[in-house]
């Protein structure tokens, strides 16, 4: 085994920075102990909700109008190709297997 291939191999003890494969168990009981209870997380995570929606824009009612009429035009092209396409095939269905 050259120089090179013994910096490579795997280490007995664990990876290269010298500590093993996971946490101590010491170590995993302090982070453990550090660790907020329940109910200091859910207050936490309520608190970075409200934060995020005072940064939430809303739009104005122009602007909603606008995003509505949109959707609702597209929503209906859509239908009108799907009924297109259902028409089409029904009928090549019905041609082939002799229905109609």
């Known amino acids: ?3 090179a291939d013994a910096a490579d ?3 007995p003890g664990g990876d290269a920075s010298g500590e093993g494969g996971g946490s101590s168990p010491a170590r995993r009981r302090g982070a453990e102990a550090e ?3 329940p109910g200091a997380r859910l207050v936490r995570f309520l608190r970075e909700v ?3 929606l005072r940064k939430v824009v809303r ?3 122009r602007e909603l109008l606008t995003y ?4 609702l035009v597209f929503v209906a092209v859509v239908m009108l190709y799907v009924s ?5 095939f029904g009928r090549a269905v019905l ?3 002799g229905g109609g």
Do not use: C, I, K
């Open 84 to 88: 297109g396409l259902d028409y089409v």
């Open 95 to 97: 041609w082939v297997f």
């Open 50 to 52: 409200l934060a995020e």
């Open 59 to 61: 739009p104005t009612r």
């Open 35 to 37: 660790r907020p209870g």
């Open 1 to 3: 085994m050259t120089h």
């Open 68 to 71: 509505t009429s949109v959707v």
């Open 9 to 11: 191999a795997p280490r």
